[in-house]
């Protein structure tokens, strides 16, 4: 009865055994994978940010979000124009806010107002864009790409606009640089999304 018991007890702890062993290696091999799937996604974005006008930027503004960008280059390029948007919006609230504090001089004043205009055009026209790029479809997707195209090369020189107005009267306040440099980097994510979107093709 005893030497039965022991023999059922050792089958058991076997099979336990057995059965750990399997669950290590599943998990090790899901892990594996998962991680080969993270650098493949990685590897995706860097490769394709290698080709935009600033690279670092644009891998840094994506980073987060390859698990969604996957391998897909239309689910990049809606992500770039998304993030670029978000950017934008961010900048325009920004400048809005500094542009009441008091001390900045009749021509400072001038200028952001100047650049509150110009965002508000350069966000109507991304979020034209990002509306254009997610509902491609019939026999003239051509075409609506290069209206896209068209929309954030106008989002762009709006931008350039913005910026130039601190640029030719030298600005030096602190408000006015914290302002100029939100936008520069407005500018340049959208010149990436523009440089990505440029390789997108049907």
Not at 29 to 45: F, G, M
Not at 58 to 86: D, G, Q
């Amino acid at each position: 009865m005893g030497a039965k018991i022991t023999s059922s007890s050792s089958s058991f702890n076997v099979l336990a055994l057995l059965l750990t062993l399997l669950l290590c290696i599943s998990t090790n091999v899901q892990l594996s994978l998962a991680d080969t799937t993270s650098k493949t996604y990685t590897n995706y974005l860097q490769t394709a940010c290698n080709s935009t006008t600033y690279p670092q930027l644009c891998f840094k503004s994506l980073s987060s979000y390859t698990s969604t960008i996957k391998t897909n280059y239309l689910k990049l390029c809606r992500t770039a124009l998304t993030v670029t948007l978000k950017a934008a919006s961010n900048t325009s609230s920004l400048v809005k806010a500094l542009s009441k504090q008091k001390g900045l001089s009749k021509t400072e004043a001038g200028i952001v107002k100047d650049c509150i205009e110009e965002i508000g055009d350069s966000i109507d026209e991304l979020n034209q864009s990002l509306k254009a790029l997610g509902s491609l479809k019939g026999s003239d997707i051509e075409f609506q790409i290069a209206n896209i195209k068209t929309w954030i090369s106008a989002a762009i020189t709006d931008e350039d606009t913005c910026t130039e107005g601190f640029e030719e009267r030298n600005i030096t306040d602190e408000v006015m640089i914290k302002i100029r440099k939100s936008i520069v980097n407005v500018a340049r994510l959208t010149s990436n999304a523009l440089a990505l979107i440029n390789k997108l093709s049907y």
